[in-house]
T-cell receptor, first 116, second 112 residues
Framework: GAGVSQTPSNKVTEKGKYVELRCDPI?????LYWYRQSLGQGPEFLIY????????DSGLPNDRFFAVRPEGSVSTLKIQRTERGDSAVYLC??????????????FGPGTRLTVL | GQNIDQPTEMTATEGAIVQINCTYQ??????LFWYQQHAGEAPTFLSY????GLEEKGRFSSFLSRSKGYSYLLLKELQMKDSASYLC?????????????FGDGTTLTVKP
């Protein structure tokens, strides 16, 4: 079956612009996570959805960042007034709910965001 | 808060065994994961420990001691393709689908 997909794979934008990053999780996975990863560092948690609602948004760095998951499947991470410090790889992951096991996260290939 | 420490870099020889350590200090604990990440790619799941002890899966094994806040990943019969970053992650909520906090990863270089 299809894995987690993310679009675009690369996004170059200018400082101050608005960007949207899309994540399409594995079908049936109710948990969805957004992380961002800078070079040489591990993924940094941003926000976690359980179904349509944000169960934990404590990792969003400020109010320029917002994410939605209106139908409990596809999610969009929105960044307003982008800054050069927002440049990173944005990773999306999904995880099943209600099954036995390790609840591992399945990661998408990421969107590399570059703010000039 | 969460604090996860792992060595930045390690080097080993093809065919050898390497142990990558991870120590953590977290406000909650509901499982520890190891992920492998090749350069420019997404992390992929390797192992999961929630109880103390050793979990073995082929060439990879992972150990957990909850009382010590310590885990290690053991890689046997190293192959060149094992050159990658290895990420230790702690799930810190009571619900099984809770978020994970990641360490910065250990870059393993396997030499011939």
């Amino acid at each position: 079956g299809a894995g987690v997909s993310q679009t675009p794979s690369n996004k170059v934008t200018e400082k101050g612009k608005y960007v949207e990053l899309r994540c399409d999780p594995i079908s049936g996975h109710t948990a969805l996570y957004w992380y961002r990863q800078s070079l040489g560092q591990g993924p940094e948690f941003l926000i976690y959805f359980q179904g349509t609602g944000a169960a934990d948004d404590s990792g969003l760095p400020n109010d320029r960042f917002f994410a939605v998951r209106p139908e409990g499947s596809v999610s969009t991470l929105k960044i307003q007034r982008t800054e050069r410090g927002d440049s990173a790889v944005y990773l999306c992951a999904s995880s099943p709910q209600g099954s036995l096991g390790s609840y591992e996260q399945f990661f998408g290939p990421g969107t590399r965001l570059t703010v000039l | 808060g969460q604090n996860i420490d792992q060595p930045t870099e390690m080097t080993a020889t093809e065919g050898a065994i390497v142990q990558i350590n991870c120590t953590y200090q977290t406000s909650g604990f509901n499982g520890l994961f190891w992920y492998q990440q090749h350069a420019g790619e997404a992390p992929t799941f390797l192992s999961y420990n929630v109880l103390d002890g050793l979990e073995e899966k082929g060439r990879f094994s992972s150990f957990l001691s909850r009382s010590k806040g310590y885990s290690y990943l053991l890689l046997k019969e190293l192959q060149m393709k094992d050159s990658a970053s290895y990420l230790c992650a702690v799930r810190d909520q009571d619900t099984n689908a809770g978020k994970s906090t990641f360490g910065d990863g250990t870059t393993l270089t396997v030499k011939p």
